[in-house]
């Protein structure tokens, strides 16, 4: 394959199970190592990054969510422990879940658990989102993010999506849905672990 994604940009990659959306995302973040090609950030081949640096280039959200036991303030600034709660506070607005935060017991102090089944999936990703925000990465990977999310939820993480976007954020969304990659500039369509379209939503 070979593509190229521009800063600023919402490039959506979608595809049949087994395509290859999950393992390019994890070529992104460095998890699998290419064994030929190369894949450059701001022309510099990724190898030149240390782990530690490519980690604050990229946020990723995640289809399911993990979080840890201790104060929701905690997990939301995870990536970026020095973060003020001003700060925290700022990025679940502009994830849309400081109002639910809120009308928690003891608002961004409240303990969670970090099992399951202790909020909505459509919160959880949302608080994933705004712990994505909160790490200031200038790129946003959404891998199936929405996929376990109700209709209004879809619509709802989409809608965060364009405010970033608007906001010159770089984000690159894996997704089953066309009505999501219809959001974005263009979408890429992979089959087989090849590319078997590229171009904008309506071309596609």
Do not use: W
């Amino acid at each position: 394959v070979s593509f190229r994604v521009r800063a600023g940009e919402v490039a959506a990659f979608v595809g049949e199970t087994g395509a290859g959306k999950t393992t390019l995302v994890n070529l992104l973040i460095r998890a699998y190592e290419p064994t030929a090609g190369e894949i450059r950030l701001d022309g510099v081949p990724l190898g030149r990054y240390s782990r530690e640096g490519l980690s604050r280039c990229f946020s990723v959200v995640l289809q399911e969510t993990v979080f840890f036991r201790g104060t929701v303030l905690d997990n939301l600034r995870y990536a970026r422990p020095e973060a003020t709660e001003a700060e925290v506070v700022h990025a679940a607005k502009l994830a849309h879940a400081h109002g639910f935060i809120q009308r928690l017991p003891q608002g961004y102090q409240t303990l969670m658990s970090g099992a399951a089944g202790e909020f909505s999936q459509g919160q959880y990703q949302l608080l994933a989102m705004a712990r994505a925000l909160v790490s200031r990465a200038p790129i946003l990977i959404l891998d199936e993010a929405t996929a376990m999310l109700d209709p209004r939820g879809r619509r709802g993480l989409m809608r965060v999506c364009s405010e970033l976007n608007d906001r010159g954020m770089t984000i690159v969304m894996i997704t089953h849905f066309m009505e999501e990659a219809g959001l974005a500039d263009r979408v890429v369509v992979l089959d087989g672990g090849k590319i078997a379209l590229d171009g904008t939503p309506d071309e596609v």
